[in-house]
């Protein structure tokens, strides 16, 4: 086989793998997270008002775009949103590619008041849609980062 036929063979290869991340890389999904075994969650002891806003203000510094911002028991059903004091809201952030744009990730954020102290939960998925898709629930280190940085900014 020539030199020549050797660098077709392998730019044929090149196109196809890049056509086939681009293809795959660009499947449209819903922005709600299921429950998960192990959700994250913080209380911190604030009102609905100063949390929410803590929480929009961290997502945007940290580059997460807000997709959408609704009321949790659209989605899924809870004590909490059977009107008995409870204030809720879910935050929902538009997906991120990360990692050559091969995995995109995105967030839930659900806020659960009542009287002066707040429950922020946040949910974590990635999908890595190569051959078979793979989706991780976990993000230690990311999502830690964000709780810390709303508990700090509530707190100023």
Not at 21 to 38: E, F, K, N, P
Not at 92 to 98: E, S
Request: aromatic share 12%; hydrophobic share 40%.
């Amino acid at each position: 086989m020539g030199k020549f036929a050797k660098l077709e063979i392998m730019r044929y290869l090149f196109l196809s793998f890049i056509f086939l991340l681009s293809g795959c890389a660009s499947i449209q999904a819903t922005g709600y997270i299921s429950r998960v075994d192990h959700p994250y969650d913080r209380e911190i002891y604030a009102g609905f008002e100063k949390v929410t806003g803590a929480v929009t203000y961290v997502l945007k510094k940290k580059g997460w775009a807000i997709a959408e911002e609704s009321e949790p028991s659209i989605y899924e059903r809870d004590d909490r949103y059977d009107n008995n004091g409870y204030q809720n809201l879910l935050i929902i952030t538009g997906f991120r590619n990360n990692f050559w744009h091969v995995t995109s990730m995105h967030l839930n954020v659900f806020i659960h008041s009542i009287g002066n102290s707040c429950e922020v939960e946040i949910r974590y998925e990635a999908r890595t849609p190569l051959v078979k898709q793979i989706t991780s629930v976990r993000n230690d280190q990311l999502v830690q980062g964000i709780l810390d940085a709303v508990a700090e900014e509530v707190a100023r």
